[in-house]
């Protein structure tokens, strides 16, 4: 026997001995999902951010064949769930929807989490406010609305639409600095939601509300509220006849919320990867394409790292906005 031959034979018998173990290890590493998993909404069932968070566990569901349970862990104006998503446990089974109040809620001073607490997974949509008055009102437009606020006493007029200091918030502070007002000349009450703060508008404990058009939809729908501007570049597709800021009021402004899935830090890579390819998957389906169009939801999508430097830069851009409108502490 050659000695080439001897090494060749000792080397093959190292292998065949190896790959008990090789298979072992592969059989080792856990399947993921390998439970239900949580999907934590920090707001309250019934909004939007609900709405699109369980169409998006809905269909993750059918995708990898475990439950993806909604749980809304409202609070603290967003604080409470982000919090709840960002100490989960890093095992992959607990995630949740995070929104652009996470780039903000720190330059207010209510909590330290900010976005590099989380392992972003997909961006998944982006949506316009809107300017909702009661039906009964008497303003016809929002021109009119706009003249009856510069008209009152600072904090005469209330408006609702998230928490203090809040993405809708940020955008009435925004249109107030556009109309050569005081951020603060509008009192804001804080809700646990556009869905809350759409019932106390009909209820007739709100002048108006700047939250999005699509959680306005059912009290629209019901002819209990109307929508008088949308604070966009343009026209929403499902909403036709409301008229753009810039069209009712030679007004060049416009805000919006965005939301997306995220995780705590350090999860397995195994569920990182299986989410990233399965969120691609979620936002191209044509479920999930008729379900945001047919409701007005804004489709805007960017994967873990897309999503990431979209966090960095919303995070830069909302607090000097903050700081601007006098509502950043930090």
């Known amino acids: 026997m050659t000695e080439f031959f001897r090494r060749g034979l000792l080397g093959a018998g190292a292998t065949l001995l190896a790959a008990p173990a090789l298979v072992r290890d592969a059989m080792a590493q856990p399947r993921w999902p390998a439970r239900p998993v949580q999907m934590i909404c920090p707001w309250a069932a019934g909004g939007g951010t609900d709405a699109v968070v369980r169409i998006i566990a809905s269909l993750l569901e059918k995708d990898l064949g475990q439950p993806f349970n909604v749980v809304n862990r409202t609070g603290g104006s967003g604080v409470v769930g982000h919090a709840a998503i960002a100490s989960a446990n890093p095992d992959g089974h607990t995630l949740g929807m995070i929104t652009a109040e996470i780039c903000m809620l720190h330059w207010q001073g209510l909590t330290e989490l ?83 703060a759409m019932q106390d508008l009909v209820a ?30 343009e026209r929403l597709g499902a909403f036709p006849n409301i008229p753009t800021l810039k069209e009712a009021m030679g007004i060049d402004y416009s805000s919006g919320a965005w939301r997306g899935i995220a995780a705590p830090l350090n999860i397995p890579a195994a569920a990182r990867t299986a989410m990233n390819a399965a969120l691609d998957r979620v936002f191209k389906s044509q479920d999930y394409i008729d379900f945001m169009n047919a409701r007005g939801f ?19 851009s909302l607090g000097d906005a903050m700081k601007a409108a006098g509502l950043a502490r930090t």
């Open 298 to 316: 804004g489709l805007l999508y960017a994967d873990s790292a897309g999503f990431g430097r979209h966090l960095e830069q919303a995070d830069t």
């Open 204 to 233: 007739g404990g709100l002048d108006f509300t700047t939250n999005s058009v699509v959680e306005a939809r059912a009290m629209l729908d019901a002819g209990r509220a109307r929508s008088l501007a949308v604070m966009s570049g």
């Open 114 to 196: 900010t976005y590099r607490n989380y392992t972003p997974l997909g961006l998944m949509n982006n949506d316009p406010p809107g300017i909702q008055v009661n039906a009964s009102a008497p303003y016809q437009n929002v021109g009119q609305l706009a003249e009856a606020i510069k008209a009152s006493r600072p904090g005469q007029f209330k408006a609702s639409g998230t928490g203090q200091g809040g993405i809708w918030h940020l955008a009435l502070a925004g249109w107030l600095l556009a109309l050569g007002l005081p951020a603060g000349h509008v009192r804001w009450v804080p809700s646990n939601g556009a869905a809350p």
